[in-house]
């Protein structure tokens, strides 16, 4: 019973030691690494990675040469991964109108990289050097020893002493290969490359499906031994034939033991860390203000910060759907500051209304007008006074008007009735005669006038000049009969002195 305990405890301590060496922790090396769209920076730079020969870097991807004869190129990380294990995986289109194109593509790991200084006549291995130190996954397209055996992907590990077998294929050099087509396919060909406890592991997905779990095993080597560091680059060639080749992605993960502390990092390292990113942050940064500022008209797009440069299609439409209701947000809140506004102005209405004074009730639909009447066109109470006070004073000076008429003609009348029975000239009785008439004439005016107060009553206040001339008539009036009355005096006088000639 005891052994069997035993048993299953040393079984147990084995499964548990067998799950913690295949499942190690990974890391993400983001300077070992490059993902579209947006790669580009505004010098047509991508970040932590340099690009050399025919290799041209797109927003989309790298394209490490185009399909035209003859052409080399690559791209190299700036930067060493330094791990005992690691990751790396690619996305890789390799496309060509013909139905074998060449000549390849491959993916490094070594000690040594490309410079700007090398000769590309040197660059005999996929656009790279050849006698690398390291490891090289070649996807080799071309089947220059006529095995019928391509395309091809196998391992090639270099010790700096190896010069490729480039006519055989590298078919007596590789650790290991796979024969599978990667050209044409509707999506990336991905490429795995594991290392970890010194084995080697390549994995490829066919491209046929856009199932990122889609990969099977190519190859699988063990006791490679490879350096403790290196650069991590992707190079490609063509020859007489050519295809476009390039790559979508890669990216670089570091492998650590779960189980061993050596894993957990030190404060002095995050320290370096967090300043390497807070680096790279700025950088980034300025790169984008930069941006902004050469192109002016693209400013909406970048201006949210990091989100916008890596979102996804799903993240787009949250932000539409964002904005849209940020946009009716505004919409509602310049609506109800327009509703206070009108509320506010009602309140005053009503208020004004209120403080009218009682007498003056009005109905409720028309207030504004009926408030402002007596500003605007009343007749105040004192303009009313003048107006009756004029009136008056005129009905007063036509009833003095009316006693000197009758005094008048009643001296008249005496004279007549003295000249009757005298012998007066035919002239003068005449005179006399028209003089009478005209005095009647005006006394009947003067009455008419006294019989019709109303007439007088509609004389505007404001037309005084009418009025004015009334009473210069009038004064003309008085004027006449001092003249006539006059001219009567006169008359007696001479008639009394005649008599005393007769
Ligand atoms: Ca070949
Ligand atoms: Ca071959």
Redesign the pocket.
């Known amino acids: 019973m005891a052994n069997l305990l035993s048993l299953c405890l040393v079984f147990l301590i084995n499964v548990s030691l067998f799950v913690s060496a295949q499942a190690p922790k990974r890391r993400f090396e983001y300077k070992l690494s490059f993902k579209g769209p947006h790669l580009v920076q505004r010098d047509n730079s991508v970040p932590f990675w340099e690009y050399f020969g025919d290799a041209l870097a797109g927003d989309e991807g790298i394209r490490i040469t185009p399909s035209l004869r003859s052409k080399k190129g690559s791209v190299w990380s700036k930067n060493k991964l330094e791990a005992k294990g690691w990751e790396i995986e690619a996305g890789i289109r390799i496309t060509g109108r013909g139905r074998v194109g060449a000549d390849g593509l491959a993916i490094w790991f070594t000690e040594g990289r490309a410079s700007q200084t090398d000769n590309p006549a040197d660059l005999v291995v996929f656009g790279a050097a050849d006698r690398w130190k390291g490891l090289g996954v070649f996807l ?1 397209s071309f ?5 019928h ?2 395309p ?1 992907i196998m391992a090639v590990v270099n010790d700096g002493t190896l010069a490729y077998d480039h006519q055989n ?1 590298g ?1 007596t050099q590789h650790i290991g290969g796979c024969l599978r087509d990667f050209r044409n396919k509707p999506f990336p060909v991905r490429v795995k490359i594991e290392y970890y406890n010194q084995v080697l592991t390549v994995k490829v997905h066919n491209g046929l499906t856009n199932n990122p779990n889609d990969f099977e095993i190519c190859l699988s080597a063990s006791n490679v031994v490879l350096p403790a560091s290196g650069y991590i680059g992707i190079s490609a060639a063509t020859g007489g034939l050519a295809d476009d080749h390039d790559v979508l992605y890669l990216l670089t993960h570091s492998l650590h033991d779960p189980t061993a502390e050596s894993t957990q990092v030190s404060e002095e390292e995050r320290q370096k860390f967090e300043k390497e990113f807070e680096q790279y942050q700025e950088e980034l940064d300025r790169a984008k203000q930069d941006y902004r500022k050469e192109h002016p008209d693209q400013k909406d797009e970048y201006q949210d910060g990091d989100e916008q440069w890596y979102q996804s299609q799903n993240d787009k439409e949250l932000r539409q759907i964002f904005d849209g209701q940020n946009v009716i947000h505004v919409i509602l809140k310049d609506l109800n500051r327009k509703l206070d506004e009108l509320m506010g102005r009602q309140e005053i209405v009503i208020s004004r209304i209120n403080s009218l004074p009682v007498g003056q009730g009005q109905p409720q639909g028309q207030p504004q007008q009926l408030g402002q009447q007596p500003v605007a066109g009343s007749i105040q109470r004192h303009e009313v006074d003048r107006v009756l006070g004029n009136q008056n004073s005129l009905l007063q000076q036509l009833g003095e008007l009316k006693l000197v008429i009758g005094d008048v003609q009643h001296k008249i009348n005496t004279i007549q009735s003295k000249g009757t029975g005298s012998a007066a000239g035919v002239s003068d009785q005449m005179a006399l005669h028209e003089i009478k008439d005209r005095v009647n004439t005006v006394g009947n005016d003067v009455k008419s006038l006294l019989s019709k107060p109303q007439a007088n009553l509609q004389c505007p206040p404001s037309s005084s000049e009418s009025c004015l001339s009334a009473t210069v008539f009038f004064i003309g009036l008085v004027a006449q009969f001092v003249l006539t009355i006059g001219y009567f005096v006169y008359r007696s006088n001479k008639e009394a002195q005649a008599k005393k000639f007769y």
Not at 143 to 147: P, Y
């Open positions: 080799d089947d220059n020893d006529g095995q055996n391509n091809y294929d078919s």
